[in-house]
């Protein structure tokens, strides 16, 4: 990549942080990056000459997290400090070219490293973020591949994440209009494989990508800028812009998750709009600490449920996700809320009630959707 003689391109972005894979050793770029307004530079990899680089711009300072490990290659725990607190995960996929955990190269470093830095990403911050290349898009996804990137976007959606791009450009998986990578430095052999997700899908702003015309002479890949709004839990005054940068093309994640009011425990509170969404809020203990997960399969974390949302189409239930705040190893409750998702297209007949816990199943099943009585 070069990186120490390409910073005046990354200089003219003006980022507050960077995400760089390809980057040689901080060694060979710390001081040319600090050369452009660095004030903390964050590397990591095993071979000097190409890893992993975070820098961050500014009255921020980077610190890699302890729970740090190299077996997944390369994913950098690292906490981003200053005006507010972010945890991030920057991410250069080695995928099955690595030489890390089994896991890794079985389904992509970053996927195989999500339950290892649960805690990491369930701490205490005013943003989270998963940024970088992922070197994976859905369109690779074949019927017989046993790692879908697919089912890992909808992983990380189901743990509240959203993908900056598909969100804010209103792009479906698969048919971005952007590339962030030209294969080959050909114009006509475009991806899109970076990507960055982000707990708070309310604080997207604005995202832009880089265009061929202006990047290939430099790089085979093109930069993606988020620019992201994030509000501090300690001073509630106001949003404040941050801008998140890469070096190499980065894109984003789907739909947000609606928020959740106080839940009394006490009552069974319901609401159905007219757009064909419903949601009711669960008595306390109603039932048992769940995982999250996709179509009853599930995933790591443990969440305590606490509300239900649905969605239907034509008087057809075609999404249903239970919501809860996550359950901690300490049995302490995250502030962050994480969900089980059944989706089933209206052509297939929708989701199956039978499928979803009996009281859930029998609440929707008692109530009008979209004006049509389900069955």
Same mark, same amino acid.
């Given at each position: ?39 903390? =530079? ?11 680089? &975070? ?5 921020? +300072? ?12 390369? =994913?950098?725990?690292?906490? &981003? ?13 080695? #995928? ?30 005013? $943003? @989270? $973020? ?7 898009? &859905? ?16 992983? $990380? ?40 997700? =982000?707990?708070?899908?309310? *604080?997207?702003?604005? @995202?832009? &990508? ?36 890469? *070096? +190499? ?13 106080? #839940? ?30 996709? #179509? ?23 999404? @249903? ?32 009630? *039978? ?21």
């Amino acid at each position: 990549m070069a990186l120490h003689r390409k910073t005046h391109l990354l200089a003219a972005l003006e980022p507050t942080i960077a995400v760089l894979p390809e980057s040689s050793s901080s060694a060979q770029t710390k001081s040319a990056l600090e050369a452009i307004g660095a004030t903390s =530079v964050a590397w990591i990899g095993g071979n000097p000459n190409k890893g992993l680089s &975070v820098a961050a711009f500014g009255d921020w +300072q980077l610190r890699i997290d302890g729970s740090y490990d190299p077996g997944y290659q390369w =994913v950098m725990p690292v906490h &981003v400090t200053g005006p507010a607190h972010i945890r991030m995960l920057a991410v250069w996929d080695m #995928n099955h070219r690595g030489s890390g955990y089994q896991s890794a190269l079985d389904f992509g470093s970053c996927r195989a490293s999500i339950a290892h830095y649960e805690e990491f990403l369930s701490g205490d911050a005013d $943003l @989270v $973020l998963i940024s970088g290349d992922f070197n994976n898009s &859905v369109n690779w996804d074949k019927p017989t591949k046993r790692a879908k990137f697919g089912d890992f976007m909808d992983e $990380l959606e189901s743990r509240g994440f959203a993908s900056a791009y598909h969100l804010q450009r209103g792009s479906e998986r698969g048919n971005e209009a952007d590339a962030t990578l030209w294969w080959t430095r050909n114009s006509d052999k475009p991806y899109h494989i970076d990507y960055t997700f =982000v707990s708070r899908p309310d *604080a997207i702003d604005r @995202v832009d &990508v880089g265009a061929h015309s202006e990047w290939l002479a430099h790089s085979d890949h093109s930069p993606m800028t988020i620019d992201l709004r994030i509000q501090t839990r300690a001073a509630n005054a106001g949003s404040d812009y941050r801008r998140i940068e890469r *070096a +190499q093309a980065q894109q984003p994640k789907r739909a947000p998750r609606a928020s959740h009011p106080d #839940n009394q425990g006490n009552t069974l509170q319901h609401l159905a709009t007219q757009d064909g969404s419903m949601r009711f809020d669960l008595v306390a203990g109603e039932l048992p600490d769940m995982r999250c997960g996709v #179509n009853g399969e599930p995933w790591a974390s443990t969440f305590r449920p606490t509300h239900v949302t649905a969605r239907s189409i034509g008087g057809v239930i075609v999404e @249903v996700k239970i919501w809860g705040p996550q359950v901690r190893t300490d049995g302490s409750l995250g502030k962050r809320l994480i969900d089980h998702v059944w989706r089933r297209t209206h052509a297939n007949g929708g989701v199956d009630l *039978a499928d979803l816990p009996s009281s859930v199943a029998a609440e929707l099943g008692s109530r009008p959707v979209d004006g049509h009585a389900t069955q």
